[in-house]
Every structure is written in structure tokens, then in C-alpha cells.
């Protein structure tokens, strides 16, 4: 049985499988790589995962939702035609068409795979990740950190010895780890980063140009007018990733708006998200330790890589060119499908010892010894510790007569504890005593999944409790398996149905852009390629399917590649 390497990704999901010739991409029904990561749930109750969802975004805005992987590990979700779907069962429905594609790839089942996740994933996140995982029928033993899976793709695995600075810039998140390279060992040395920055925010700073260029608030839009202005927002994006400017066109409240934005103007809007991404990139290289002068190489990841500004924020902080893959949004997925042939100890790939680090500081609230009516946070493992890691602690009571020990698990970098993120807690009763004089000892296991185990023991009954924290927001057992039910009654379209679908989203997305004469036209050719496919005699349709994507073509207008 294969195991595959995924990128789970905000704005895009790939799959891809470790082979004689090295990493191979897997295509969907549709032949493409990249598979949009957005869901429709269409008229007759089937799942649309890919192109056509996204399509429908504008046309079925009620039955359609995108860029859920930024509400992982929370218990935020979307209702599409009237049942409420959350993060991981939106994105189990992204999981299962993939497994699907690389089944009828290899003709066999896709029961294992290697997925990636942002280095800077929370605790709760990475849950959630397994979670969706487990939904879709897939075992997953092995999360990798994108910039590690990136770092693979690049082949720097094969190189002797070295520092690398990955940057990662996706649809939704921003990673940056600097690895080391020496004597057959991969070692994260420091990871940071933003789990809500990415190519999407360039993109609203965009839409928020638009609007204020024609005196719109975009809150005050209806949901099919605001996927038009987002789309639109986003064909500029990458229009102007390749040239210095781009007209616009898009029908808002009945009225077409037209104009063109330039690059600088672009790039004064997302100066504040620049500031952003320049943050963690000096807290990774500090965590480090590192003399900037000595990193080997800079290597850009993620689709949003593209925009000319990221490249120049990165030359101007280094000082030097960074590496660009030509490919920026395919190399997770590759080195996901590295990662997934040295967990099967393929013999294509040599020995590599892969080390990572705990991404972010996990420690316990306490009360704050200056100052009794504060809590601080009291770190057990902090930011950057190279993982499998095991610390504990010792803690006592604080009040006479204290018949517990409640240990609250946080994960963050502020003193405060209700500044972070709270993991759980676990309650360790205690005799009652004077304060001071009964404890506990807490140890903290975080493995490579980024799992972390909690253990406490009481130091006079030696009664221990141990027990691997779900957050609040995560799925219970028994949710994951009943979801898992209703989600296997969810069928999604035979493949062979693939393009007609995608044709008729993309022509329905067309038609509600578009306004007179053109709309008409647009409502004709559809109309026609329906009845057509209703014929009971059409044996071959992809000779109809070549015509009508190619009539459709005339009203697109295409993103230019960066």
C-alpha cells in the first residue's frame, strides 16, 4: 500500500507519491496539480471539491466556502445548504478527493500519507489536521513542518553541509526555519512565523483598494458581489506579480466598476503585512543564533512568493538574491512525498536524520510570586527546542488547606497565560496541608507530530495522571467517528463527470460576471451543452467538452503566470 505526502494548503491542496524517478505530483480528474482547496455542496447533495467549488463561490455563495484551513483547531465552520460543516470535515472532503486521485493513479489503495502542516501550527491546529485526516480514511503517523518538507524538495538533503533559510508563503500562513545540514542529519535550529498571514491578506489589501477607489464597504456588499471583487482582487494579484500594471473590470451593485492599479500602489496598500512578514524572519535568525552572513542559502516557498515585493523585502534584508523554485506552490507537496518515502525506508533514498524543533513555548499557569491576584506563564519547553523533547517541574500549593492542583496547559510566548493559547487542563488531588508543603511534578512530552502529553504526579500519594491534551475546540472520539458516518453518505461525482461539472460552474461564474449581450450569449452555450450532454446518443463528449471550454475561453480573462 502507497504512502503519499499531501499538502493540505489554504489556497491550493496537492498530493504526491515517492517513486523510482524521485517525487511525482499526482493530477486530479481535471489533469491539473493543484487542486483549489473549496467545497460546494451542489443541488443534488454531492460533494464539488476543486475548481468547480470555486467557481461556485460567486454563483452559489450559500452552498460554497474556501480558505477554511485558517479556522483549524477552532470550532469555527460554514453552513452550506443548511447543515453546518466545521474546519475538519471541509477539509476531510479536500483529503478524500485527493486519495481518490492517486488511487485511480496507482490502481491500488492510498491508505497511509505524510501531511504537511505550517511550522507555526498550534497544538490545537495539528489536532485538528489528524482529525480531517482520519475523516477522509487515511492513517496519518507523520506530520511534517512545510519548511522541512520544502527544504527536501530542494533537494538540500543532498548536500554536504549548510545553513538554509526556508521561507514559506502560502494562501493563509507564513513559516520561516532555518536549518542545518552536517554529517547526515537535517536539523531545524529555529522555526517562527504567522499562522494568519499569507497570500490572502495581499489579496484583501487589494479588494480594499477597490472599494475605497469607488466609495464601497465592502461589509455592506452582498456575498456574490464580494466573491466577485475577492476574485477580481485576486486576478490583479497576479497580474501584477509579472508586470508594473493592471486594468480591472467588475460588477458591483449593478454598476460595472473599471480602473487600474499599479504595482507601487499595491505596494504601499500591503506595507503593513510586509512589517509582518519581516518579524518572525529576525526572531528565527536571533533563535538561532546565526550570524545572518553565514546562511548558505535563502530559499522562497509558497505561491505568494511570487510578488515581486516579497523578493525584495528578502534581498534588501539579507543583502542577496534569495532561490526561487519555479514552482513555489508544488514544493511542499514534493517534499511531503521525500518525507513519505523515508518513512517507508524506500532504498531509492539515502540515510537522512531528520530533527525539528517545538515551534512555539508550552508551559503551565502559575501565580505570579510579585504579584498574588496576577497569574504568569511558567515555561517547561520553550520555543525552538529540538523535538522529541521531555522537560518537568515541580509546583506546590498556594493556599492552606488546598485540596487540588489544577495544572492549566498554555502555548505562547506572553507572561500573561490568558494571552495564549490554553491547551487543557488536568485537576491532581492533594492531601490538605499547609501551603508549600504538598506538590506535584509536571512533565511535558512533545513528539515530531507536535503531540503533547501531559503528566502529573502528586509527590505524597504518588497518584499520576497522564493524559495527550485535545483542545476545547478539537473533535472528541466519538465526534470524529460519528462525522466520519455522515460524512461517508456525502458521495462525490464520478470522475468521469469531473469536467462536465467544472464546465458548467465555470459557465455559470461566467454568466454572473458578465452583463448583457455577453450574458446572453454565455446562458445560449450552456443551455446547448446541457441538452447535448442529455443525449442519450453522445457516446464521447470530450470532443463537446473541447468546444464549448474553448467558446467559454473567449470570455475569460487569464491570470498571467509569475
Not at 156 to 166: A, S, V
Request: with cysteine; glycine share 8%; hydrophobic share 40%.
Amino acid at each position: 500500500m502507497a504512502i503519499a505526502g499531501i499538502d493540505l494548503g489554504t489556497t491550493n491542496s496537492l498530493i504526491a507519491l515517492w517513486t523510482e524517478d524521485g517525487p511525482q505530483l499526482v493530477e486530479n480528474a481535471l489533469g491539473d496539480t493543484l487542486t483549489p482547496s473549496a467545497i460546494s455542496i451542489a443541488e443534488d447533495g454531492a460533494a464539488l471539491v476543486g475548481r468547480p467549488a470555486a467557481d461556485r463561490l460567486i454563483t452559489h455563495p450559500d452552498r460554497s466556502v474556501a480558505s477554511f484551513k485558517r479556522w483549524m483547531g477552532s470550532s469555527a465552520g460554514a453552513r452550506l445548504a443548511g447543515r453546518f460543516y466545521r474546519a475538519e470535515e471541509l477539509s476531510a472532503l479536500v483529503l478524500r478527493a485527493l486519495k481518490e486521485d492517486a488511487e485511480a493513479k496507482t490502481g491500488g489503495p492510498i491508505g497511509e500519507a505524510v501531511i504537511s502542516v505550517p511550522a507555526y501550527f498550534s497544538d490545537p491546529q495539528r489536532k485538528a489536521t489528524l482529525d480531517a485526516a482520519r475523516l477522509a480514511g487515511l492513517t496519518v503517523e507523520r506530520l511534517v513542518n512545510e519548511p522541512t518538507a520544502a527544504a527536501l524538495a530542494h533537494g538540500l538533503d543532498t548536500q554536504e553541509e549548510g545553513r538554509f533559510l526556508i521561507l514559506d508563503l502560502g494562501g493563509g500562513t507564513f513559516d520561516v526555519s532555518l536549518l542545518h545540514k552536517f554529517e547526515g542529519v537535517m536539523e531545524v535550529r529555529a522555526s517562527a512565523g504567522d499562522s494568519h498571514l499569507g497570500g490572502d491578506d495581499f489579496r484583501d489589501a487589494l479588494t480594499a483598494v477597490i472599494a475605497r477607489r469607488h466609495a464601497i464597504n465592502p461589509d455592506d456588499l452582498p456575498r456574490p458581489d464580494l466573491a466577485r471583487l475577492m476574485r477580481e482582487a485576486e486576478r490583479i494579484k497576479h497580474a501584477l506579480s509579472a508586470q508594473e500594471n493592471a486594468p480591472y473590470e467588475v460588477a458591483l451593485l449593478d454598476e460595472t466598476r473599471r480602473g487600474e492599479i499599479t504595482r507601487l500602489e499595491f505596494e504601499e496598500a500591503a506595507q503593513p503585512l510586509l512589517r509582518r512578514l519581516r518579524a518572525p524572519i529576525e526572531r528565527a535568525v536571533a533563535d538561532a543564533r546565526v550570524d545572518p552572513q553565514t546562511i548558505d542559502q535563502i530559499v522562497l516557498v509558497g505561491g505568494a512568493t511570487r510578488m515581486p515585493m516579497t523578493r525584495a523585502l528578502v534581498t534588501r534584508l539579507f543583502g542577496r538574491f534569495p532561490l526561487a523554485h519555479p514552482r513555489p506552490d508544488q514544493v511542499i507537496a514534493l517534499g511531503a512525498a521525500v518525507q513519505a518515502g523515508l518513512k517507508a525506508r524506500h532504498a531509492a533514498l539515502a540515510d537522512l536524520v531528520m530533527t525539528d524543533v517545538c515551534p512555539f513555548t508550552l508551559g503551565i499557569s502559575v501565580r505570579d510570586p510579585t504579584a498574588p491576584d496576577q497569574r504568569s506563564m511558567s515555561p517547561l519547553i520553550e520555543r525552538n527546542a529540538v523535538v522529541p523533547i521531555s522537560r518537568s517541574g515541580r509546583y506546590f500549593t498556594v493556599d492552606d488547606n488546598q485540596a487540588a492542583i489544577v495544572v492549566e496547559v498554555y502555548q505562547g510566548e506572553n507572561l500573561r497565560p490568558s494571552q495564549n493559547i490554553k491547551i487543557g487542563d488536568l485537576r491532581m488531588p492533594v492531601p490538605m496541608a499547609p501551603a508549600g508543603r504538598e506538590g506535584v511534578e509536571v512533565r511535558f512530552t512533545y513528539d515530531v507530530n507536535g503531540a503533547l502529553e501531559v503528566e502529573v504526579a502528586a509527590q505524597t500519594t504518588g497518584q499520576r495522571e497522564r493524559r495527550v491534551f485535545r483542545n476545547e475546540a478539537n473533535l472528541s472520539t466519538e465526534d470524529v467517528d460519528a462525522r466520519f458516518r455522515a460524512l461517508a453518505e456525502i458521495k462525490t461525482p464520478p470522475r468521469d463527470q469531473a469536467e462536465n461539472r467544472a464546465l458548467i460552474a465555470r459557465a455559470e461564474r461566467l454568466y454572473a460576471e458578465s452583463l448583457g449581450a455577453q450574458r446572453e450569449h454565455i446562458k445560449r452555450m450552456l443551455g446547448d451543452f446541457e441538452t447535448a450532454l442529455a443525449d442519450q446518443q453522445l457516446r464521447d463528449a470530450s470532443g463537446l467538452r473541447r468546444r464549448f471550454s474553448e467558446a467559454l475561453d473567449g470570455f475569460e480573462r487569464t491570470w498571467p503566470t509569475a
